[in-house]
C-alpha cells in the first residue's frame, strides 16, 4: 500500500515553455502533498506544501508564479514549472502523507528529471 | 531549526561487511525520526521508523534505534550486500504539518 506516482518520469522541453509534473496517491486520500527539489549529489529541498483545497505553502526562496501547485483532489496534486530556464533542470519528487490516522510518514514518488536545453 | 547530520559518504564496504552510517539531529519536541533509501534513477523509499525514544526501526537487516539522550539515530546492518548500494537519507519530522528534515544523504557502495 501507499504508493505514489508521478508522470511523466522523464521531459526534456525548450527554455521558454511550460512542463506540468503530475503526482498521484494510487491507493490512500493524500490530506497533504509535499514537492521537492533535488540536484545532483545533493539531498532533497523543500519546494513546498500542498493542501487539498487551498493554496500551496511555498519555503522561502522558492518562487511560488514559477512554481505553480495545484492540489484538486485528495489524490492528485500538480507542479508546473512556467517558462522553464536550464537552471530549473533538476530531479523533481513529490511526497503525500495520509489522510486516514495520525501517521507522519511521507510516502513519495518515482520522481520526474526535468532537463530544458 | 530543525536539521539532521549525516556522516559524509561515499562508504564503500565489501560483500558481507558490518555497516553504519551515523545520523544525529537537532530539534524542539519529540520527533519522529526515519531512514529513507534512494537507489540510482529513482525515488525516495522508506526504510524505517521511530516515532519515540527507544523504538528500534528495523526492515530488510537494516536497524536503528531512536536515541534521545545522544540524538541519534544511526543506521546499522550485519551483513551488507552489492543490492544494497544506494544512498541513505536520514530524516525527521516534527510539528503539526509534518514537514521533514532531511540529511544530505549518504552514499554506500558495496562491492563483490
Known amino acids: 500500500g501507499a504508493v505514489v506516482s508521478q508522470h511523466p518520469s522523464r521531459v526534456i522541453c525548450k527554455s521558454g515553455t511550460s512542463v506540468k509534473i503530475e503526482c498521484r496517491s494510487l491507493?490512500?486520500?493524500?490530506?497533504?502533498m509535499f514537492w521537492y527539489r533535488q540536484f545532483p549529489k545533493q539531498s532533497l529541498m523543500l519546494m513546498a506544501t500542498?493542501?487539498?483545497?487551498?493554496?500551496?505553502?511555498?519555503e522561502q526562496g522558492v518562487e511560488k508564479d514559477k512554481f505553480l501547485i495545484n492540489h484538486a483532489s485528495l489524490t492528485l496534486s500538480t507542479l508546473t514549472v512556467t517558462s522553464a530556464h536550464p537552471e530549473d533542470s533538476s530531479f523533481y519528487i513529490c511526497?503525500?502523507?495520509?489522510?486516514?490516522?495520525?501517521?507522519?510518514?511521507?510516502?513519495f514518488g518515482p520522481g520526474t528529471r526535468l532537463t530544458v536545453l | 531549526g530543525d536539521s539532521v547530520t549525516q556522516m559524509e559518504g561515499p562508504v564503500t564496504l565489501s560483500e558481507e561487511a558490518f555497516l553504519t552510517i551515523n545520523c544525529t539531529y537537532t530539534?524542539?519536541?519529540?520527533?519522529?525520526l526515519f531512514w529513507y533509501v534512494q537507489y540510482p534513477g529513482e525515488g525516495l523509499q522508506l526504510l524505517l521508523k521511530?516515532?519515540?525514544?527507544?523504538d528500534k526501526g528495523s526492515n530488510k537487516g537494516f536497524e536503528a534505534t531512536y536515541r534521545k539522550e545522544t540524538t541519534s539515530f544511526h543506521l546499522e546492518k550485519g551483513s551488507v550486500q552489492v543490492s544494497d548500494s544506494a544512498v541513505y537519507f536520514c530524516?525527521?519530522?516534527?510539528?503539526?504539518?509534518?514537514?521533514?528534515?532531511f540529511g544530505t544523504g549518504t552514499k554506500l557502495q558495496v562491492i563483490p
Open positions: 500542498s493542501n487539498e483545497g487551498s493554496k500551496a505553502t511555498y
Open positions: 511526497s503525500a502523507t495520509a489522510l486516514a490516522g495520525l501517521t507522519d510518514t511521507q510516502y
Open positions: 521511530a516515532t519515540k525514544a527507544d
Open positions: 530539534a524542539t519536541g519529540y520527533p519522529s
Open positions: 530524516a525527521l519530522s516534527a510539528g503539526g504539518y509534518q514537514k521533514v528534515t
Open positions: 491507493d490512500f486520500q493524500a490530506t497533504t
